[in-house]
């Protein structure tokens, strides 16, 4: 039987890789379902994936039966509750890794930093250093809130398409949370052009009022991912942000790196583990 050209040059990266082609299947099929907003009909995952219907359907029985994707009553497929226990946990390995880097940009800037995440469309912190001084700004890891009226959803949205842009704003509206905030998708497309032309996202009062916060994406992330600082609209002026948004777009190559080496190093470790404990055959 003639081998597809998909399923040829899927089996020639798993073979350059020393992978398991149906865990890479497996988990291509998990992320594109992400993408597609957690909830997908096999025709769609065919068409996107170019892999034969039997074998979607083979793979979706099995992380059905694994707790990882659930059918749905109308036949679609959802990704599954267990997903949840291992997203929490790579979010405070997350944390774990991205602390020391957000401790050398509050000695550097002397303020507090964060690191934030694109949670379906909400923004999550998953890691915080706070600022010495006696007045600092305080946000809890795992805090939620909306992209429109903070710096880190506009680094982490710059990237995104206008259409997706706007379909996000639709689901979750832009409510004012002070007279500050962007409350227009044209106001929010101009931003993230400006964030793309200068490197960086600003919120300036539009979170709360008297804080102004500067935010850059971690370029090539495993993850779509941000850091930033906040502070006092006092101390976080217009020249401290000409020093400070140099030292944040290094902190964030610098933190793309040990994210990219930690998943590396993982799996070099899981080949070299299966590799000594695998029967020859």
């Not at 370029?219 to 600082?229: F, G, N, Y």
């Amino acid at each position: 039987m003639p081998t597809s050209s998909a399923s040829t040059s899927d089996a020639a990266k798993t073979a350059s890789s020393g992978g398991v082609q149906s865990l890479e299947r497996a988990f291509d099929l998990l992320e594109r379902m992400a993408d597609a907003g957690g909830e997908v009909g096999l025709s769609e995952l065919s068409a996107s994936s170019g892999l034969p219907l039997p074998t979607i359907h083979r793979l979706m029985r099995t992380l059905v039966s694994c707790g990882y994707v659930r059918q749905q009553p109308n036949r679609r497929y959802a990704l599954g509750p267990r997903l949840i226990r291992l997203g929490e946990s790579a979010s405070r390995l997350l944390g774990t890794w991205a602390r020391p880097h957000l401790a050398r940009l509050v000695e550097e800037t002397g303020e507090t930093a964060n690191m934030a995440l694109l949670d379906g469309d909400e923004i999550v912190y998953v890691a915080q250093v706070p600022s010495k001084h006696s007045m600092r700004m305080f946000t809890e890891v795992g805090r939620r809130v909306l992209p429109h009226s903070t710096g880190v959803g506009k680094a982490l949205l710059a990237g995104a398409a206008p259409d997706e842009v706007r379909a996000l704003l639709r689901r979750t509206g832009m409510p004012a949370a002070t007279d500050r905030t962007i409350t227009t998708p044209e106001g929010f497309l101009q931003a993230l052009e400006l964030v793309r032309r200068h490197g960086y996202a600003v919120d300036d009062s539009e979170q709360e009022i008297g804080v102004r916060c500067l935010a850059v994406p971690v370029p090539d992330s495993p993850t779509v991912a941000a850091i930033s600082i906040s502070g006092p609209a006092g101390r976080v002026t217009d020249a401290a942000t000409v020093r400070i948004v140099p030292v944040l777009q290094e902190v964030a190559r610098e933190l793309s790196r040990t994210l990219n080496s930690a998943g590396a190093g993982a799996a070099t470790s899981t080949g070299a583990n299966a590799g000594a404990g695998a029967p020859a055959g």
